[in-house]
Each structure stands twice: as C-alpha cells, then as structure tokens.
C-alpha cells in the first residue's frame, strides 16, 4: 500500500492527495515557495494525529506540520517534494475559559482572532496580538514564539503558554497540560516545543494565560526628531503611565511616507520617527487625562515635536492601519525581503543608520525601511529589491552588520529556512551542538519538518 493509502486507513478521506489547487496553497507560507506536498492529513484529534506520526515515522516519511501559513520565514513549507503535510485545520476548538486560573485552553489549529474574541466574550483579554490575527493559529504563533505588538506589557507567545500537549514525532502523546502558574516540577518540558518551528513534535492543545479586560484605551501618534528623543519618550511614558503603556512601535520616515499613500495622515508634518503608543488601563478619565499629560510633557521637554490622540475608535484602528502596512508589503512593497533583527533598545538606532549606510553603499537602488517594537529590542527592516539585487548578497549585508553588532538574526519570526544559514551569527557552537543534540533525542529519524532551524 502506498502511504497515502496507509493514512487513509487510519483517518479516512480526511488524508488527501494534493491537486493542483491545494499543492499549490500548501506549498509556501506567506513568504517563500517550496514544494506541492505529496498529502494533507487533517486529524481531528490528538490519537488520531498519534496514529498518524507513529505511521510517518515507521515508514521514514517526512512530514510538515502547518498552521494558518502566515509564517514568514519558512517553516511551514514543504522543502522538497512527496512530503506530508499535517493541517491543524480541523482541531480548532475552544474548549475552556478558567476565569479562576485565567486561563484558555484551545485545540492547536485555534485562530489567534477567535482566542480574543472568545477570551473577551468572558470578559477576559488575550493580549497577543499582530498583522496575521485573522489567519494564524495558536500552534503556530507557539511554534514561532510569535510576539506582535504588546509584547512590552504582556510578552511574547513563551510568556502566555502555560501547557502543551504534543504528539512527538514517533507517535508518544506528551501532556504538558496545566493550568497553574506555579509548577516546578522537573525540566519544563512544554518550553521545548515554544520557538521550535514544528521540529520537535506537533503541538494539538494548549493552555494560555488571560488577563482582566482592559476599561480603556488610549492611542496616540507622534512626530520626534530623532532616535534619542524616542527613547526619552519611552523612558517617559514607561514611568508616567504606571505599567499600563502597552505599545510603542516607531517607524522611521521612509515607512510612514510609504504608508500613508493609502491612509489618512495622522500628522500633516513630516518628522524623521514617529511612534505609535497605546496604553490599555481600567480607569478611563484618569488614564485619559494620565496620558495627556504624559505626552504634554514629552512635547515641552522636545522629545515630541507633534503628536495626536485618537479620539474614537475609528480613529486608533486608523492609526494602527498604518503600522500594519507590513500586510500589504507584497502588493505595494514587492519584490520584498522581510528581516526581523534585535539589538538592544539603546543602540537601535545607531545600529539602524549603519545598517542603511552599509546597503546605501553596496546597492543604490534599493528601498529600505524602517519600523518596530523598539521597546522590545525589535527592528523591522523591509527591503525592496526592485532593480535586480541578489536577495543573498542584501542578506549578508544585514546579517553581518547583525553578527557585528551583537544582535540577533531573528527577534520574532524564527528561522526556517530563511535563516537557517545565519544561526551561528546569534548562537553559539555549543548552542547549536546542544540543539541538535535534542532533535536527535525527539526525532532520531528526522521526519519531523527536516532541513528547518538546524
Ligand atoms: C501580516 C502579518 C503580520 C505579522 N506580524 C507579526 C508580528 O508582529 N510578530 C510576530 O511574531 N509574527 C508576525 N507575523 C508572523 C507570525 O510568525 C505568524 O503570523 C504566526 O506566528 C504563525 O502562525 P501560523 O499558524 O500561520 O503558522 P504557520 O505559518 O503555518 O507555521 C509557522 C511554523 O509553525 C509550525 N507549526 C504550525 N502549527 C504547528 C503545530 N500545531 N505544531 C507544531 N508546529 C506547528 C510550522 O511547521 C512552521 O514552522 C506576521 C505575519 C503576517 C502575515
């Protein structure tokens, strides 16, 4: 019986061979193109995903695990051809809200827009949130630790992850399920598979952490006159805002021009940064009237030259369509390549300028941008290769001037394929020797999403 075949014995119809259709879909992510899978494999729940694996596994099968696909750097896509993809299309339920443990517990393949809504129908809040919330799913927003905008108050996705159930490559169903924020009992066998792009084993459920609904918020957009300005500024409503500053995304000129092509402009004026901050809080008066003071005087001290606060939601959607530009960047920003670098928050900027002198000075033509949660040491670098640049060639300009400055080749994206060759430029050889290490340990065949991260 050929595999197909086999997978079919075990779950039916809901074992596909790829048309042309579906190979297609299945073939890439949001950014980068693979190969057609040979089947997709839609269980509905974890025993059936068991079988499954322990089936792929016998047989030296290579499998993809894939989410809502809006990963941006690889790992979701099939690397060569007659792979098996597994889609958590069809786990997708929400199966508790613990209002008592501030937790939810969801099935994988549950999209980040309905964990929100859910949690806010009870009357709690997810807080991570980012540009692909319609589409990205709880198993992989945990396989990327994705971060998003709220990272500075909330965290990343590792800080919201309270259990995991997963089913390892061979078949073993691992239950990390737990709903307690106080558990210390061995090594913390979920953080492994947090971060681990589908390498380690495939996430099925998850427990993730609530948090009290916020009363209010307030958004404002700003105009300021440089780096250092905006870090005054993030030093100012750190303290002033008494913990309830929960975004602080800066975007450098050329992005905000590019931006507002389509948009409305928030400020007439034209400014070297601007930034968009919210703050969620329980008090809607004192945190308005807070928050107009705080920026009152972050303009008297200089560090913002112009700023408006949205006065409806309408108007804070608004200002945050601008910071989400990035989805669009394949209709208005193509040929497109993504980076998501980190150095920390102080040396942003200097670390910016070199970057954008060294690519100036080795290709004229290209359009770079700027913008990122600076707060969290995350700079976005979107770079337009219209003119026939060699993606590798602005690859190693930017990777090296990371490796140079310390930095990190990915601050919330992951490695994938995309940069898998520049690893050794952010960890160590011990580092890597220790990872492979555990791949080796999980997945001694190597069926499980082979050629990403390592
Ligand atoms: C418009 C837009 C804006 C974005 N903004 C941000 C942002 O601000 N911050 C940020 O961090 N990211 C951002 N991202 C990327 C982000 O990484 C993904 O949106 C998300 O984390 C991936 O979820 P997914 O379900 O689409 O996973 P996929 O793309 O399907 O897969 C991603 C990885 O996870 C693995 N995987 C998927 N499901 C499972 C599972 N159940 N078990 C094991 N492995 C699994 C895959 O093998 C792959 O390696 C953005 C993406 C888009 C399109």
């Known amino acids: 019986m050929s595999i197909l075949e086999n997978l079919q014995a075990i779950i039916g119809d809901r074992a596909i061979a790829c048309d042309a259709i579906e190979g297609d879909r299945r073939g890439g992510d949001f950014m980068t193109r693979g190969h057609a899978p040979l089947a997709v494999v839609y269980p509905t729940s974890t025993e059936e995903l068991s079988k499954v694996m322990a089936l792929c596994n016998e047989a030296r099968q290579p499998v993809v695990p894939q989410g809502g696909l809006t990963g941006l ?16 299309d069809r786990m997708r339920a929400i199966e508790e809200i613990d209002v008592d443990a501030q937790t939810i517990t969801v099935q994988a393949g549950a999209v980040l827009q309905t964990v929100q809504e859910e949690a806010d129908a009870a009357g709690m809040f997810f807080p991570l949130d980012l540009g692909g919330r319609g589409s990205a799913q709880v198993g992989g927003l945990i396989s990327t630790n994705a971060g998003g905008n709220r990272v500075l108050r909330y965290g990343m996705m590792r800080d919201l992850v309270m259990g995991i159930e997963a089913v390892l490559p061979d078949g073993r169903i691992i239950s990390s399920l737990n709903k307690m924020l106080k558990n210390n009992t061995g090594y913390d066998l979920k953080q492994l598979f947090v971060g681990a792009e589908g390498t380690l084993g495939v996430i099925t459920r998850a427990n993730l952490k609530l948090y009290p609904k916020p009363a209010s918020t307030v958004t404002a957009f700003c105009g300021l006159p440089d780096y250092a300005a905006a870090l005054a500024f993030l030093r100012r409503a750190r303290s002033a805002l008494g913990g309830t500053l929960s975004a602080f995304e800066a975007m450098w000129a ?10 409305r402009r928030p400020l ?26 705080m920026i009152a005087s972050a303009i008297e001290a200089g560090e913002v030259e112009d700023a408006v606060i949205a006065q409806s939601t309408r108007e804070t959607l608004d200002f945050w369509k601008i910071r989400e530009l990035p989805a669009e960047f394949n209709r208005v920003f193509a040929p497109h390549i993504p980076f998501d670098v980190s150095t920390p928050t102080g040396s942003i900027g200097a670390f910016r300028d070199d970057v954008d002198a060294r690519l100036k000075a080795a290709f004229p033509t290209l359009g770079a941008i700027y913008f990122g949660h600076i707060a ?27 490796r140079d400055w310390n930095g990190s080749v990915s601050a919330e994206h992951g490695i994938g394929t995309e940069k898998r060759k520049y690893l050794g430029f952010s960890r160590s050889p011990d580092e890597l020797g220790l990872m492979a290490a555990i791949k080796l340990a999980l997945d001694p065949n190597g069926i499980l999403n082979p050629g990403k991260v390592l």
């Open 73 to 88: 750097s690889g790992g979701a896509t099939p690397g060569s051809a007659g792979m098996v993809v597994v889609s958590m």
């Open 254 to 263: 050329d992005f905000y021009e590019l931006a507002t092509q389509e948009a």
């Open 268 to 293: 007439e004026g034209r400014y070297p940064i601007y930034v968009l901050l919210d703050a969620l809080g329980s008090d809607p008066d004192a945190d308005a009237a807070r928050f107009e003071l």
């Open 376 to 402: 969290d040491a995350n700079l976005h670098i979107g770079i337009q290769a219209a003119h026939g640049e060699d993606p590798a060639a602005v690859k190693s300009v930017v990777y090296d001037t990371v």
